[in-house]
């Protein structure tokens, strides 16, 4: 079965009792979400100024909070994953005194958002601050995707983003045949954020060398091109040919999705696997076989790791009659223990009312 998702009000409930809980049994003032998101595909795409083919989920983050006076804050987790301390004091950035990361961990991302944020509401810019927190808090050279796609995420669609133009295309998700199944592998390998750094840094490398301004500008003939093959060695090139691969098929995965030609859309998700574990290699063991498992169930399209690799889920399309078969196999098979989720898509980051 696939896990239940918490509703909104629980997850507001749940924040308004901690808030209160520390904060002297005040009620908190305002609240927001935002929705964590699955990509069905376009990976490593983003960050070479392609296209990525995400959705927002129905799981999201809660935020509940009030105006402290003056230039201290204090921030509080429900996160059970967080490092200690989960209550923590902070000093509000201002000009010349910045908001340093540091320890706990789980703050650095929220410190980062703190200090890049403006108030200008502009959801690009929004998206922005939160990718620059990222970058310069959390130590995550990430692409505009996640951020992106959380901020403008449409209920019943999933977004083609242009990550260059940051433009993004609304793909209807409506057909109730189908299932968008996320399958979480419950590992994560450590080496994710530093291999995550160094594929960004041979895709600069690999556009550096075609002399282009990045890998969104070469096509599959300028990496066959005889000078190019002569000054690239085989990792970066295996990189390269990947994301260019991997830009084309999301064009054409976008437009399958809208004629409703499924098992092409499937077949695309299966190469863009394929290339991921062979050509990027940021495939694992862990995810290979939950492919293969899905794979082998009647009624299932196609199926892929999403998101920066090393561990985390797969999503695999399928008639929705095929969901209960599908999940059995994948728990037959698969030697670790999988969470299953139905992806729903969502609608982006939002204020909430506080009743
Ligand atoms: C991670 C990053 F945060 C994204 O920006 C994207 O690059 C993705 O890996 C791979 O497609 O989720």
Known sequence: ?????????????????????????????????????????????????????PMALSLVTVVVGSASSGQEATIVTASEEADEP?????????????????????????KGVMHHYRDDGDNLSKAIACQQAEHTHAGVPCGIMDQLVSVLGMEGH?????????????????????????????????????????????CEKAASILRKPSLRDATMNDLEAQESRAQLDDVTYRRACHVIGEI?????????????????????????????????????????????????????????????????????????????????NIQERYSGTPTFYVATPSEGARALKLS
């Open 248 to 328: 084309c098929r999301t064009l054409k995965a976008a437009e399958s999705l809208k004629r409703g030609a499924y098992q092409e859309f499937g077949k695309l998700m299966v190469e863009s696997h394929n290339s991921l574990r062979d050509l990027y290699e940021v495939s694992c063991k862990d995810l290979d076989d939950l492919v293969c498992a899905a794979m082998e169930v009647e009624g299932v399209f196609g199926s892929r790791m999403t998101g920066g690799g090393f561990g985390g889920c797969t999503i695999t399309l399928l008639k929705a009659h095929a969901i209960d078969r599908t999940i059995q």
């Open 158 to 202: 999933a977004l083609l983003i242009d990550c260059r133009s940051l433009e993004s295309i609304p793909v209807p998700l409506t057909d109730p045949g189908l299932v968008f199944l996320i399958t979480n592998s419950n590992v994560k390998h450590s080496l994710a954020s530093s291999e995550y750094a160094l594929r960004r840094a041979q």
């Open 86 to 110: 989960r209550k923590v004091d902070l000093t509000l950035p201002i000009e010349g005194f910045p908001l340093s990361p540091g320890l706990p961990h789980w703050t650095n991302y929220v």
């Open 1 to 53: 079965m696939a896990s239940p998702v918490p509703s909104l009000g629980q997850l507001v409930s749940h924040a308004t009792c901690l808030f209160k809980k520390n904060f002297g049994d005040e009620a908190p003032k305002i609240a927001a979400c935002a929705p964590g998101r699955v990509n069905l595909i376009g990976e490593h795409t983003d960050y070479n100024q392609g296209y990525v083919l």
